[in-house]
């Protein structure tokens, strides 16, 4: 079993619609939790930190992290074609010197 | 600040060919990292770096080899290149363990 799991994908999805992206994980030290948004032909980039169970919301994103079920997702509201993207949810721990990546999920918004 | 800056963007390197792709970050992060990307893929962590001159091995070391002789400078090296090293190499820094990680333009290699 992988340590953190991801649909491929890809998603696709009409402009204006809600997005959900969603990763699992199976180690219970994971203390923080990312999602990097990587365009066609460039370096990831951050989206959204967060540390511990909850909600953040940033704009038109809201990164939730259920600690209990083992399970983060990002969601994003009024989806734009600029969205469409490859999404990489990304977690690390205290004493962990390295964060463990998800394969990342191919979104395309149409419009 | 130009965050994380990798050198050359592309290359094409002939089987057995040596090469060293280049990471500077100017964030003065005590933590650095290279990584792979194939299509399709995720990103596999090759070398990674606590702080200067401490390195350590990810999960695809082999074929590679890294020093970390100043905080700014991670440089990755290929020895006798292999087709299987044809791939989108990644360069990333952080202030400590958990942090986000900053990651460079990516250096897109092919080798033939």
């Known amino acids: 079993q992988k340590e953190v799991e991801q649909d491929p994908g890809p998603l696709s999805v009409p402009e204006g619609a809600i997005v959900s992206l969603n990763c699992t994980y199976s180690?219970?030290?994971?203390?923080?939790f990312m999602w990097y948004r990587q365009y066609s032909r460039k370096g990831p980039e951050l989206l959204m930190y967060t540390y511990s169970s909850g909600n953040k919301e940033d704009g038109r994103f809201t990164a939730q992290v259920d600690k209990s079920s083992k399970y983060i997702s990002l969601f994003i509201r009024d989806s734009q074609p600029s969205d469409s993207a490859t999404y990489l949810c990304?977690?690390?721990?205290?004493?962990?010197?390295?964060?463990?990546f998800g394969a990342g999920t191919i979104l395309r918004v149409k419009s | 600040n130009a965050g994380v800056t990798q050198t050359p963007k592309f290359r094409i390197l002939k089987i057995g060919q040596s090469m060293t792709l280049q990471c500077t970050q100017d964030?003065?992060?005590?933590?650095m990292y290279w990584y792979r990307q194939d299509p399709g893929m995720g990103l596999k962590l090759i070398y990674y770096?606590?702080?200067?001159?401490?390195?350590d091995k990810g999960e695809v070391p082999n074929g590679y080899n890294v020093s970390r002789s100043t905080t700014e400078d991670f440089p990755l090296r290929l020895e006798l290149a292999a087709p299987s090293q044809t791939s989108v190499y990644f360069c990333?820094?952080?202030?400590?363990?958990?942090?986000?990680?900053?990651f460079g333009p990516g250096t897109r290699l092919t080798v033939l």
């Open positions: 990333a820094s952080s202030w400590r363990s958990g942090n986000e990680q900053f």
């Open positions: 180690n219970s030290a994971f203390q923080y």
């Open positions: 990304a977690m690390g721990s205290e004493y962990g010197n390295k964060l463990v």
């Open positions: 964030m003065n992060h005590n933590y």
């Open positions: 770096s606590v702080g200067a001159g401490i390195t």
